[in-house]
């Protein structure tokens, strides 16, 4: 028992000066992950900018001095239309302006605008739902600027593209006298605030009939009294 007792007492001091000897355990350089370089992406707007790219009001600039002109996106725009009223029958001009609200300019087709006239419940005309030719201006619009631009609509009745003509006289029906809304479409999707205008009836000249002379303002127009004759 006594020898047992000194041969584990021995083996107890050994595994204590071999704990205390060890060195400590270090992580290994490939447990920390190394991030991956990635370009930088920014912002102006709704353009995106990539490495080495500067938004100006002139454009995207890159680093060797190159412009280049972003389309305009919707979010960036603020779009007014105005319209007045008027009588049955007449043409009706719709004034459009648009502004650039972003840091950059860019590029606005305006043949991408058509406009819708409703009232109530019924659709009236829709540009977005006809397929013609469009002639368009490209636009370039700087920030904080804005451009004046127009539409125009017959005042007429459609069905679809169609113009209705109910009597078959070859001419439009002319939208009745009403409350009517104005609302913008770009590529289809509604843009800037609804307009109300409304359309009245013409009014109708009236003619007064001249009176026709009495008989004997008449008899006394062609036959003037005679004075007193004398002695």
């Not at 004034?95 to 650039?100: D, Q």
């Not at 991408?112 to 409703?118: E, Q, R, V, Y």
């Not at 009517?180 to 307009?195: A, P, S």
């Amino acid at each position: 028992m006594i020898i047992a007792l000194i041969v584990w007492g021995i083996a107890k001091a050994v595994s204590a000066v071999t704990k205390s000897s060890a060195p400590e355990a270090t992580p290994s350089a490939s447990a920390t992950p190394t991030p991956t370089p990635t370009a930088t992406v920014t912002r102006s707007g709704t353009a995106a900018l990539q490495d080495g790219e500067q938004a100006t009001a002139d454009g995207i600039v890159d680093a060797e001095g190159r412009v280049r002109i972003p389309a305009c996106a919707s979010a960036d725009l603020t779009v007014r239309p105005t319209i007045s009223g008027g009588e049955v029958g007449q043409a009706r001009n719709i004034s459009v302006a648009i502004e650039n609200r972003a840091g950059v300019a860019c590029s606005f087709e305006f043949g991408h605008i058509d406009f819708k006239i409703s009232t109530g419940d019924e659709t009236v005309y829709d540009g977005s739902k006809c397929q013609r030719d469009r002639e368009s201006a490209t636009l370039l619009l700087i920030p904080g600027d804005t451009w004046n631009g127009g539409l125009t609509w017959d005042g007429g009745l459609y069905s679809g593209c169609d113009a209705k003509d109910r009597n078959s006289d070859g001419a439009t029906d002319p939208a009745p006298a009403g409350t009517y809304r104005l609302q913008l479409l770009l590529n289809g999707q509604t843009v800037g605030d609804e307009r109300v205008f409304t359309l009245t009836q013409p009014v109708q000249p009236t003619t007064e009939a001249t009176p026709e002379p009495s008989q004997s303002s008449t008899s006394e127009a062609t036959n003037p009294p005679q004075g007193e004759e004398g002695h």
